[in-house]
């Protein structure tokens, strides 16, 4: 199989990359900057691609990939940042902050190149840059300029590196994936033959080699992640697998009995820990943010860890862990902590699992797509997102059971609208916030004063980046109704008409 090696420099196109090439059916591993050269070559890549970076080349402490991944003998292709490194390296010339190019650019193709097979000899492309190659290194020649004279592609002589200085993977850049397909099929000789079906054939052979006759232990949140992957290895290893399922009180309406029914109908083992007169208690009178995550978290791995201790004999722990979670945490460098996230991820050294992560090699809608094979039902594998603290972080301000039943009453209303117009499935995520603020209405004669409810719906590909949804009036027009008529304690709802950056998508 066919394996391309994606060395993330920081950019947030890296991952569109992956896609990208995943979508020709070509297996990607993404590995951060600062990757050993050992480790490329262990990933046996019949091409390299260096991805986009915010640094500049020539600054000191400026992200620089381990210039032997250029001497494995494969073609190497460096995309905007990736073009500057090769330059560099190979003896060409970067300068910094003449003419920085922001936006789509015709550029004009310059000799033939592979590359731009079946391509017109200009079109447009997505730039982001400061920097730019000024002289190309020895033996290599520019393909392609800007009308401003900036070398907007260049290839060496001996035909295996190449350097682009705009982004492919972006549909704003014409014939894009076509460059990236010559790339990958004329210029790295893949086949293209990455194939679900084999995946998990090939998957449920290697757990079963790893677990051997060990018992594994999952935490089940009702989220598409993990449910497959407790399907898969489930599919694997039969009864060694015991899920926990712990109940802290912030799911949905209906959604802790419907997840363990689907769960049922998988064959899962699965405890049920109804643990929400914890959770709810500990959280009472907490409004930070933070706090509550933190609080959520600790409880969550006190509950799982007391759980698991009945259970006996375990040796692994099965986490949900998929590929843009890799990334996300693996690879930039010094990044702020936005949110701690709740995961099972920080359980205590004492329990000493072993960790499988069968999923870590695939994106959102692969996980889907398995989840499809393996029968795990469309109500888990299509759902939306719900984050590990749950309505604790949509329920803003104080969280007390009666909030969080007005909330759920809303929610229910929302996503029922949703589903009903034909809109869920093609929305990222959709959920609705209660408001600590409260508001004056007036309900038949009568003045009410209660609190506001926010509709949050975004689209995005992996959750870093986001566009709220453009849902149409009529369908928020009748979901605002119904809120406002049908669940007491609220009397106005307001839109979030924000993307991420600069929001993030829960609001807390
Ligand atoms: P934000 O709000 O950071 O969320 O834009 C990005 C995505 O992550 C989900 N999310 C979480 N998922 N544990 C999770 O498993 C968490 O603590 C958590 N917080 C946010 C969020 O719903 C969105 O899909």
């Given at each position: 199989m066919d394996n391309i090696v994606i060395v993330d420099c920081?950019?947030?196109?890296t991952q569109l990359i992956a896609r990208r090439v995943r979508e020709m059916r070509i297996h990607s591993t993404v590995l951060p900057w600062d990757v050993s050269v050992e480790r490329v070559r262990e990933s046996a890549p019949s091409g390299v691609i260096v991805s986009g970076g915010p640094d500049s080349v020539n600054d000191e402490g400026a992200i620089a990939v381990q210039r032997e991944i250029l001497d494995l003998g494969v073609p190497v292709l460096g995309v905007c940042y990736g073009m500057q490194l090769l330059a560099k390296y190979l003896g060409g010339q970067v300068v910094s902050g003449e003419k920085p190019e922001y936006g789509t650019t015709p550029i004009k193709r310059e000799g033939e190149s592979r590359l731009f097979k079946e391509i017109p000899e200009s079109f447009d492309v997505l730039m982001s840059h400061g920097d730019r190659v000024k002289q190309v290194p020895p033996e290599f020649r520019a393909i392609a300029n800007t009308k401003h004279g900036v070398i907007a592609a260049m290839e060496s002589d001996d035909g295996r590196f190449f350097g682009l200085q705009f982004h492919p993977e972006v549909g704003h850049t014409q014939h894009g994936s076509l460059i990236l397909r010559h790339f990958l099929?004329?210029?790295?000789?893949?086949?293209?033959?990455?194939?679900l079906g084999n995946w998990i054939d090939r998957s449920v052979g290697e757990i079963r080699d790893r677990v051997g006759k060990g018992h594994v232990v999952c935490g089940l949140s009702g989220g598409v992640d993990s449910s497959v992957a407790a399907a898969l290895v489930h599919k694997a290893v039969g009864r060694q697998l015991e899920c926990i399922f712990v109940d802290h009180g912030l799911m949905r309406l209906n959604e802790a009995r419907q997840v363990l029914e689907s769960y049922e109908g998988l064959g899962l083992s699965v405890r049920h820990v109804d643990a929400s007169e914890l959770f709810l208690g500990r959280l009472a009178g907490v409004t930070d943010p933070e706090s509550k995550r933190k609080i959520i978290g600790e409880l969550f791995i006190k509950v799982f860890d007391e759980e698991s201790n009945k259970i006996g004999e375990v040796e692994w722990l099965l986490q949900g862990t998929i590929y843009p979670d890799v990334i996300e945490s693996g690879s930039k460098k010094g990044s702020a902590v936005i949110k701690s996230h709740h995961n099972v991820g920080g359980l205590p050294e004492h329990m000493k699992l072993k960790l499988l992560e069968p999923l870590r090699d695939l994106f959102k809608d692969e996980v889907r797509e398995i989840g499809r094979r393996l029968g795990v039902p469309a109500e888990i594998v299509d759902r939306h997102p719900f984050p590990g603290p749950g309505l604790a972080i949509r329920c803003l301000g104080e969280i007390t059971r009666e909030r969080l039943d007005v909330l759920r009453a809303a929610d229910a209303v929302f996503k029922e609208e949703l589903v009903r117009a034909g809109l869920y499935d093609s929305i990222w995520q959709s959920f609705c916030v209660l408001l600590p603020v409260k508001t004056v209405g007036v309900m038949g004669d009568g003045r009410t004063y209660s609190e506001v409810l926010a509709l949050r719906a975004v689209n995005s590909a992996d959750a870093m980046t986001a566009n709220w949804t453009r849902l149409p009036a009529d369908v928020l027009d009748v979901v605002s109704k119904r809120i406002c008529n049908e669940v007491r304690g609220i009397n106005r709802v307001v839109l979030d008409v924000t993307s991420k950056p600069p929001a993030t998508i829960e609001w807390e």
């Open positions: 920081g950019s947030q196109f099929f004329d210029v790295c000789g893949c086949k293209g033959d990455w194939d």
